[in-house]
């Protein structure tokens, strides 16, 4: 199996595109085309605001105690679920924290996990 990497240069946000490839071989044999594929260009970048942390035990936007649960929560646009991710090392004060994965649990709400 060969790989090939193609540069291409899209150009516009937005729009739709659709592509096929077929090869030709040194004796000039061509290959049959590929079926097209669509795909969309979107680079909207996301926008992350109105984020806070709260200690769910204590209620408390303002303190946090050793051992609490926390509550992180944001609005995040421009993006989905799958391509979230949390770097709660200063928090944790531990590196190993640097590695959480956001998903989707099917409701309004993303639940983060640490990734070992």
Request: one cysteine or more; charged letters at 10%; glycine letters at 6%.
């Amino acid at each position: 199996m060969l790989s090939y990497l193609l540069p291409v240069a899209l150009p516009s946000n937005g729009a739709d595109y659709s592509w096929k490839i077929s090869a030709t071989d040194n004796m000039d044999n061509v290959g049959a085309s590929t079926s097209c594929d669509d795909f969309h260009v979107d680079t909207t970048v996301p926008v992350i605001s109105s984020q806070k942390i709260t200690d769910t035990t204590l209620s408390s936007l303002t303190y946090t105690k050793t051992n609490d649960s926390l509550s992180i929560t944001a609005n995040i646009t421009n993006t989905d679920s799958g391509h979230i991710w949390a770097d709660l090392s200063s928090l944790a004060g531990s590196a190993i924290y640097n590695n959480v994965l956001c998903t989707d649990p099917g409701t309004a709400n993303i639940t983060c996990s640490y990734v070992g």
